[in-house]
């Protein structure tokens, strides 16, 4: 059975010469689910960080993870971006895509991004550049040695610099921001590079009030267009955009429905939602 | 919009212009000195200087390719010295083949070495050396290649930091013991030295020393260039990126390992380069080359003119090498020591190097102008060079 997957894959004639590969593949959801995630396990040194987790998302959806700390909500999205292989478990990007094939980089071309707990952005680049490297386009080498600015780019960051609200420091040094701003900066790379998928974890921490409202309307307008998986510890601010909420417990999937739904679940209250009234 | 491009355009604005500038006209005035000027004039240069500005312009050339891959992505090679030797000696064996029957025994086909030990044929790897266009070739071929598969195993392993440092230490050693061996065929111990002419023209001239001056110089100048248009274009920002954050970088899509693997062999090109000028004025090519010293002091160079800045590497080369051949003259057991205290002294207190302090002092003088757009290209460069080089 296997065998003749490998004949097939062999055969491939698309495979033969590189340009006749599509450069972004085409994600297949015609069974409108984006993200499928089955029977994942991760033991860290005998610790199981993932167990047994499955996770269905469909395409355009809004998706929140909450969970305790160590509940493997930032593992997750290690598995789904290909930092981290599991122990066992598929992770599939659409009908065809088998993302535990892929490294980071092909999955990013896939057209999933990712923004980390931690904001990371190039700190010695100004916010521009970090937005520049962060456009979709050709990412091998020489296309990059010989890239020029066209205007429709010019226009594309222009437009997220809009959103995220860093006009005016534009070309200031990504290290100087300040610690909400590179948060921002973080979302607009996401922007910047049109992804199907954005995987964004805590968005709002560090963030004014102000700025996390901002931030919950950013996220609800790109719901629908784009899907969206969010981590976020700030309950309101999840209960602000959420849809449907999954909660994570060591490892696995506790409860998943609306807030309201998952809310008064009670193993959920037991474990999670336990002391909060 | 239009806005945004005259900003981005402004932005790319740098000292390299001034800088070649610079170094043309001082190349040329120093020629000329030496040309044309009699002995007895103030103006006179001598042919020994000039092989010294020389051999400095080659040294300023190696640590161009230690600064490209150093101060702007991050990869500290404690192993350039071997592609500098490796340039060095394709050059030393193209020389040596000139040298025909002039040699102590007279054979037209071996270099005296081989005579030595008895050798009866020319080693494969000597064959085509005694063509000038395929020994350049293998100035650039040879130390591109092994760049290539150490970069390529390194890089794709994601060696990075203080075992990537290791290695390329370890990778220099290596070809300093192979070299040392007779059998290899490269002259021991002695090397490749008592050149007689280049390309038909008497290496004791000073014509051709001053000619050889001048290409290095006007080579550095391209080199220069070259590398600031491609560290100002986008794979540039790329390298940056990946020195401050290369996971970041492969979530957005990037194979860094295929950008770092590029940026050492053209950082060993360059090194390669510069062996190759150096080995015609200098007129000897020896394993010392490759001793892992010689490594560790051209990444002083780079850290005394600072890192990340292509212009403070030439700099601070040029700088130490001239301190150098004064404190030796004075002292020439001392020099490591004084080395050694340089290195202690430029980390505690210009972790930017001079031309971070050139930076500095340039802010102050025009207070209102530094701050408005905080990023020429300088200093977007020099700052996180601090950490870029944390190893
Ligand atoms: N590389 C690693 N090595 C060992 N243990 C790890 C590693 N990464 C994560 N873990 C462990 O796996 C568990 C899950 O971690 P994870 O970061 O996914 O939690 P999380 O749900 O994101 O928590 P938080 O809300 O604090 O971010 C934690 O107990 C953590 O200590
Ligand atoms: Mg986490």
């Known amino acids: ?277 | 919009m239009n806005q945004l491009m005259r900003f981005s355009r402004l932005h790319g604005d740098s000292k390299v212009a001034p800088f070649v500038a610079i170094l043309v006209v001082l190349t040329l005035l120093a020629s000329m000195g030496n040309l044309l000027m009699p002995e007895d004039s103030a103006f006179y240069v001598s042919t020994y200087t000039i092989t010294l500005l020389g051999k400095y312009l080659c040294y300023a050339m190696l640590a161009l390719a230690v600064d490209v891959i150093w101060g702007y992505c991050g990869i500290l090679s404690l192993g350039h010295g071997a592609f500098f030797a490796l340039g060095g000696y394709a050059m030393g064996m193209y020389l040596m083949r000139q040298i025909g029957d002039r040699g102590v025994y007279g054979n037209p086909e071996l270099p005296d070495f081989m005579v030595f030990l008895n050798w009866t044929e020319l080693p494969w790897f000597w064959q085509g050396m005694d063509q000038f266009w395929f020994a350049m070739l293998m100035v650039l071929l040879v130390p591109g290649i092994l760049a290539f598969i150490f970069g390529w195993l390194a890089f794709r392993s994601r060696v990075t930091g203080v075992y990537l440092s290791i290695m390329t230490q370890a990778l220099t050693y290596a070809l300093l013991l192979a070299f040392f061996r007779n059998e290899m065929g490269f002259g021991g111990n002695n090397g490749l030295t008592d050149f007689k002419d280049i390309l038909g023209f008497d290496l004791q001239a000073d014509t051709t020393r001053v000619t050889l001056f001048a290409i290095t110089a006007l080579l550095l100048a391209v080199i220069l260039v070259v590398s600031h248009k491609i560290l100002q274009s986008r794979m540039g920002k790329v390298i940056v990126a990946i020195r401050d954050g290369e996971s970041r970088a492969r979530f957005i899509g990037y194979r860094t390992e295929r950008f770092k693997v590029w940026l050492f062999v053209y950082s060993a090109l360059i090194a390669g380069i510069a062996g190759a000028l150096y080995v015609p004025q200098v007129g000897i090519i020896n394993p010392g080359e490759f001793s892992p010293l010689n490594s560790i002091e051209m990444v002083i160079w780079v850290a005394v003119g600072g890192r990340g800045t292509l212009i403070g590497a030439i700099v601070g080369a040029l700088l130490v090498n001239f301190a150098k051949t004064k404190f030796t003259a004075i002292m020439p057991d001392g020099w490591l020591f004084a080395l050694g205290a340089l290195f202690v002294f430029v980390t505690l207190y210009l972790p930017q190097g001079l031309m971070g302090l050139y930076k500095k002092m340039m802010d102050k003088r025009r207070p209102d102008n530094s701050d408005s757009h905080g990023s020429d290209t300088e200093g977007k460069n020099a700052e996180p060079a601090v950490k870029g080089g944390n190893v």
């Open chain 1, 1 to 277: 059975m296997s065998a003749l997957t490998d004949v097939r894959e062999v055969m491939r004639r698309d495979q033969v010469w590189s340009f006749l590969k599509d450069e972004q593949k085409q994600v297949d959801v015609s069974h409108e689910v984006i993200l499928y995630v089955e029977g994942l396990n991760l033991s860290f040194d005998g610790f199981k960080a993932l167990n047994d987790l499955n996770l269905y998302v469909n395409d355009g959806e809004l998706r929140c993870l909450i969970g305790a700390n160590g509940a493997g909500k930032t593992t997750l999205m290690d598995v789904v971006t290909g930092k981290t292989t599991p122990d066992s478990g598929s992770v599939y990007f659409g009908q065809s895509i088998n993302l535990l094939q892929h490294d980071e980089a092909d999955i990013a071309q896939l057209g999933i991004g990712r923004k980390f707990q931690k904001p990371t952005v190039f700190e010695a680049l100004s916010v521009f550049d970090n937005l520049e490297l962060s456009l979709k386009q050709q990412k091998s080498v020489l296309p990059m040695l010989f890239a020029r600015l066209t205007p429709t780019e010019i226009d594309r960051i222009d437009e997220v610099l809009n959103v995220i609200g860093l006009k005016e420091q534009c070309f200031m040094q990504a290290g100087a921001l300040s610690h909400g701003q590179k948060q921002w900066l973080e979302i607009g790379m996401l922007l910047v590079a049109e992804p199907r998928l954005l995987l964004i974890d805590e968005p709002v921490a560090g963030m004014t009030a102000q700025e996390t409202e901002r931030t919950a309307e950013l996220l609800t307008s790109l719901a629908g267009e784009r899907t969206v998986i969010v981590v976020e510890h700030d309950m309101e601010f999840v209960r602000s955009i959420a849809r449907t909420v999954t909660v994570l417990h060591q490892g696995s999937v506790l409860a998943e429905g609306t807030m309201d739904q998952v809310q008064n679940n009670p193993d959920v209250i037991e474990v999670y939602l336990g002391e909060a009234p």
